[in-house]
């Protein structure tokens, strides 16, 4: 039971931890005067994505390729169609056609690159098909594409404040140590959840892809699912769908390419069909926001029909062991 136990407790330090390094990040970044459309996108989404990432640098170390990978494509899957589907029926999410529309391609083009990547013994003839260091290049120089990208949308929204902040009254001493502490309270977490997922798997007789794809991504998927839900609350469905878009990319080419690059990551091609699912949600979330007259939102019954589709792709997974 112990070690059902540390996974529990791993989780719980992983999503506070990840609470507070998001908000220390923000503090940090308002202080210094870096605008708010520049630190949703990009620290914002990086401190929801830290879950991901420490469990991936953890697992990666260890061996446990399958949940590196898996956890992965399992949290984007959970963003695009159970985060988001949550959060459009708390409240109809509007999206921007233009820098919108810019950030759900590139979460298409991540997940499409991956597919590639990871199949690339289909073009080169490698014996074991994997994600190696010239993979890891390849989605960390895609990530800079990105930064490229939100760069272009912050001087487009220019507007908006770009100054240092007056309301933020906390020093730099109190920042560092909410910074660290996140740190902390993810890394210890991030290692007893892997440990605990392997056991699960071993213990359960299924494969460690199918708890990272199932029961670890819902676990990292938590930070995004509260800021959206919030968000959405709020009545502020830019930052909702920012966040969840921005969490993907961040997961697959920056996650992913840094983990790839410290050390390859053989690849099973039985994932091929959970990668195709990725490319298909992030198609269904282009096709429901950009086609049609309804002012480019996502509808509540849009929002029961992506959690609909999520709930068949996991009987199938549970099916497929």
Known sequence: ?????????????????????????????????????VVGLTLVAFGTSMPEFVINLFANHQGSTQIAIGNIIGA???DILVV???????????????????????SLLSALLLGIL???????????PMLDRSDGMILLFSFIIFLLVVVGIAKVEHHHRCGVSSEIESGFLKIFLMVLVGFIFLSIGARWVVNGAVYMATALGVSQSLIALTIVSLGT????????????????????????????????????????????????????????????ANIILIAAVFLGNRGFKLERWEGVAFILAYLIYLAFLIVRR
Request: proline share 4%; glycine share 8%.
């Open 1 to 37: 039971m112990i070690e059902y136990l540390l996974f529990a407790v791993g989780f719980a330090l992983i999503l506070n931890g990840a609470d507070v390094l998001v908000d220390g990040s923000s503090m940090l970044a308002k202080k210094i005067g870096i605008p708010d459309l």
């Open 76 to 78: 984007n899957i959970l």
């Open 84 to 106: 988001l589907g949550v959060s459009t029926l708390i409240y109809p999410l509007a999206v921007s056609k233009d820098t919108g529309l810019k950030e759900i391609l590139l």
């Open 118 to 128: 990871v199949n690339d013994q289909l073009i080169n003839s490698h014996e074991t």
């Open 221 to 280: 998927t938590m930070p995004e699912m509260t800021a959206s839900t919030v968000a959405a609350f709020k009545k502020r469905p830019g930052i909702a769908v920012g966040n969840v878009i921005g969490s993907t990319i961040f997961n697959t080419f920056f996650i992913l390419g840094v983990s790839s690059l410290l050390n390859p990551i053989p690849y099973n091609t039985v994932n091929n069909f959970d990668i195709g699912m990725l490319i298909l």
